[in-house]
Antibody, heavy 117, light 108 residues
């Protein structure tokens, strides 16, 4: 199983960014996926969830309305569109595979998003 | 919003037993998962659904739960166990994931 995030970088407040996660080594279209972030020196924060078929999505209250999760099962990718970036969005963003029951059994190495003017 | 409470830190000598707690209201009705995160690395699942240990995790790692407190126990701690440990639940009724604040385990 491999998960590889991309799309991070340094962006100005108010701009947007699209993160992607490429999955391999498992039946991607059968698995729910999550995004989790970690601000520098802080703990883990759950961000978003998408069901295996993309029909159901959930968001943390802190990002609802600005973040959009989506997936393309034909390309084995899950994405996170982040609009109106804020300095508090600065973090390493991880994608993770849902094992079932909400446990996350595989994680990518993360992509760093830095929001700064 | 739902809150999971962990002690911020724990220091032990090699060979001792680490006990890391995670408390939260109504936790008895939720499945608790535990992750190990070494410095600069991604988290690794060490216990799922309160007590289940993935096959590649050493038997020294175990999980339990009594009422609204879940516990991760690491027997005979080794220097390689030095890491941050995070508990987590998935609240299906609200469609939200929640992590505890994390516990930094130091092996002296």
């Amino acid at each position: 199983v491999q998960l590889m995030e991309s799309g991070g970088g340094v962006v100005q407040p108010g701009r947007f960014l699209r993160l992607s996660c490429a999955a391999s080594g498992f039946s991607f279209s059968s698995c729910a996926m999550h995004w989790v972030r970690q601000a520098p020196g802080k703990g883990l924060e759950w961000v978003s969830f998408i069901l295996h078929d993309g029909e159901i999505t959930y968001y943390a209250d802190s990002v609802k309305g600005r973040f959009t999760i989506s997936r393309d099962n034909s390309k084995n990718t899950v994405s996170l569109q982040i609009n109106n970036l804020r300095t508090e969005d600065t973090a390493v963003y991880y994608c993770a595979k849902d094992r079932g029951g909400g446990s996350l059994d595989y994680w990518g190495q993360g992509t760093l998003v830095t929001v700064s003017s | 919003s739902f809150v999971l409470t962990q002690p911020p830190s724990l220091s032990l000598a090699p060979g001792e037993t680490a006990t890391i707690t995670c408390g939260g209201k109504n936790l008895q009705n939720l499945r608790v998962h535990w992750y190990q995160q070494r410095p600069g690395q991604a988290p690794v699942l060490v216990i799922s659904s309160d007590i289940d240990r993935p096959s590649d995790i050493p038997e020294r790692f175990s999980g339990s739960k009594i009422d609204d407190t879940a516990t991760l126990t690491i027997s005979r701690v080794e220097p390689g166990d030095e890491a941050d440990y995070h508990c987590q639940v998935w609240d299906s009724s609200s469609g939200h994931g929640v992590f505890g604040g994390g516990t930094k385990l130091t092996v002296l």
